[in-house]
Every structure is written in C-alpha cells, then in structure tokens.
C-alpha cells in the first residue's frame, strides 16, 4: 500500500515481464532494499507469481487458455485435462469457472 500510495496504483502500468498486459501489483525487486519505494516493478499477478518462484503454480497462463478452448471445442472431459496437465479435477474446474488463472485483462492467479 505504501508504494501504491507514493507511486501510484500499479494498474496505471504495463507488466514489466510480459509486457503489454496491464500490472496489478508491485513486486519488490530482489536484493534491493524493501524501505525504498523505487525498489519495485509494476507486474501482473502471473509475472509476480513466476518472479517471486511460487512453488505450487503447476500451470502457465497459457496452459490454463488451452485447457478453456479444449474443454468448450468438447469431445474431452474436465478429468482427462487434468490427467494430461499434471492437476486435480478441482483446479481443472476452477479455471473453468474463473476461480483461477482468469483471462489476460482480469485478476488471475495460479491454483
């Protein structure tokens, strides 16, 4: 909040990782000092999650996309696209229903 307030909202930003897509959050530059309000990036909330290392993302947002356009196309079960991503049916359901790994523009995050 503290950047937000002395540098603005992030939103008013590209994502500094991918470029084009609008930032939703600052993300502090590692190794840097914390206190410093210009030691952050503007990243969107997959390019902060990838930034940062988050272990239990097991999907890109590409992935989640594909697994959007395969299931509407029919002809294959929410359970079989879990088995070929390497994810529960819950996750795969999940980004389904827009719980997760929403669309570029929207909040999305990994499950």
Known sequence: MRV????G???????????????????HIHGTDPEDT???APLCIPCHKEY???PNSKLTQEQ?????????AGGV??????????????A???ILNGKTW???GQDHYAD
Request: aromatic letters at 8%; charged letters at 25%.
């Open 4 to 7: 937000g307030y002395q540098r």
């Open 9 to 27: 909202p992030a939103s008013r930003l590209s994502c500094v990782g991918c470029r084009g897509v609008a930032a939703q959050e600052w993300a």
């Open 38 to 40: 210009q030691n952050y």
């Open 52 to 54: 940062d290392g988050h």
């Open 64 to 72: 989640a996309s594909e697994i959007r356009r395969r299931y509407a």
């Open 77 to 90: 079960s929410q359970r079989k696209l879990g088995g070929e991503y390497g994810v529960s049916l819950v």
């Open 92 to 94: 795969v359901q999940n």
């Open 102 to 104: 929403k669309e570029r």
